[in-house]
């Protein structure tokens, strides 16, 4: 265990890794489509709520030092019930990273690839991604640790370097569809942030487990930073981008930059990034449902499980005929597994678990004084 210990900078960047993934393919558009010209104010609210969640969890947690969800669990309700837990994190990780997976491939197939079976682009990420589970647990995050600050960066200049094409009077009436849309049913949009969910693993893998508050809210913050520039990027630049279904849109930004006639076409660029920061995203999640594997079952060496998950993975990305039924997983149904289990299943087993301990700590105290 003490080789996969990580670093604070490295848990900052493995949370922020589910929102650049998602963010990259569809959630900008859902996100703009829920709230229209409301979003920036809708993002800042979300947000607000985004931190105290995370803090939140970050104060429940310090009541099992050293332990993650799956532990806590086992503590609240037996192993059975800490089986269930594991079962459903473990679906979690493979059926959406599997399906994000399949929509990139198929904006990558449109782009770049029309002739090619989309069976080909799925396999070429999933024998990078199980080479890279091959290597040191840490490996994937050192990886990440430099990819992520380059997404980071590309979404920054991607902003700046098309404010010339901007309209800011898109972003008005700035309550959109009135004060109800953007406050009570714009509250959907909290499932943008989906990263909170590795919060509940991070401590036993963290060299300083007494910075899970620092990792917690300095990764939502930028998380949040980072999902408004894209946003805001799309909303003054694309008002149809409301009212449509456009693929990749952030990959449509990329072709209005231009820097005098020597510097154009940058999407490629772009694009590589961007296909990093996925092969980034698969290795850690698949690693994190291998390690959740692990400690159900109690085997020595997760090695045997590195195809066995690769193979899930290139199996659950196929299982949808075309791209518009794995698009409706990733908008229609993503956001609510993401708050069902993320923010509700996970958060409901910490409370329940430190009430529990709060209860016992009263009992032998009691027992104690008599």
């Not at 709520?49 to 969800?69: E, H, P, T």
């Not at 269930?84 to 990273?97: E, R």
């Not at 020597?262 to 850690?284: G, H, K, M, V």
Request: net charge positive; proline share 3%; charged share 15%.
């Amino acid at each position: 265990m003490t080789k996969s210990k990580i670093g604070t900078m490295e848990a900052i960047m493995l949370v922020l890794t589910i929102i650049i993934t998602h963010t990259i393919s569809a959630l900008p558009r859902e996100i703009l489509v829920s709230t229209k010209s409301a979003t920036i104010i809708n993002l800042i609210f979300v947000s607000i709520l985004a931190i105290l969640f995370s803090y939140l969890i970050v104060r429940l947690m310090k009541n099992f030092v050293g332990c993650d969800l799956i532990d806590i669990s086992e503590y609240l309700g037996g192993k059975v019930f800490k089986n269930i837990v594991g079962i459903i994190f473990i679906a979690y990780f493979l059926f959406s990273s599997s399906i994000l997976l399949r929509n990139f491939c198929e904006s990558i197939k449109i782009i770049y690839y029309p002739m090619t079976n989309i069976i080909f682009i799925i396999a070429f990420f999933v024998l990078a991604v199980c080479s890279a589970n091959r290597l040191d647990f840490n490996a994937s995050l050192k990886t990440n640790l430099l990819i992520v600050p380059l997404v980071l960066a590309s979404i920054l200049f991607l902003f700046f370097a098309n404010m010339n094409n901007f309209t800011p009077q898109r972003a008005f009436p700035i309550f959109g569809d009135g004060l109800f849309h953007t406050f009570v049913l714009g509250l959907g949009n909290l499932a943008s942030f989906g990263g909170i969910c590795f919060l509940y693993f991070l401590p036993p893998y963290l060299k300083e487990p007494e910075k899970l508050k620092k990792i917690a809210l300095v990764s939502i913050v930028l998380s949040a930073i980072y999902l408004m520039l894209c946003v805001a990027t799309l909303l003054f630049m694309f008002s149809f981008f409301i009212n449509t279904n456009e693929i990749t849109p952030l990959y449509n930004a990329t072709r209005y930059i231009e820097f005098g006639s020597f510097f154009q076409r940058l999407e490629s660029i772009f694009l590589l990034i961007w296909i990093l920061a996925y092969a980034c995203y698969l290795s850690i999640t698949s690693k994190f449902a291998m390690n959740i594997f692990k400690k159900l079952t109690h085997i020595e060496t997760k090695k045997p499980l590195i195809d066995i998950f690769g193979l899930l993975i290139f199996g659950i990305a196929l299982l949808p005929k075309n791209y518009a039924i794995s698009d409706q997983f990733e908008t229609e149904i993503y956001p609510y597994l993401v708050l069902g289990i993320t923010f509700c299943l996970g958060f409901s087993v910490l409370i329940l678990a430190s009430l529990m301990k709060k209860k016992s700590k009263k009992l032998s105290a009691n027992t104690e004084h008599l």
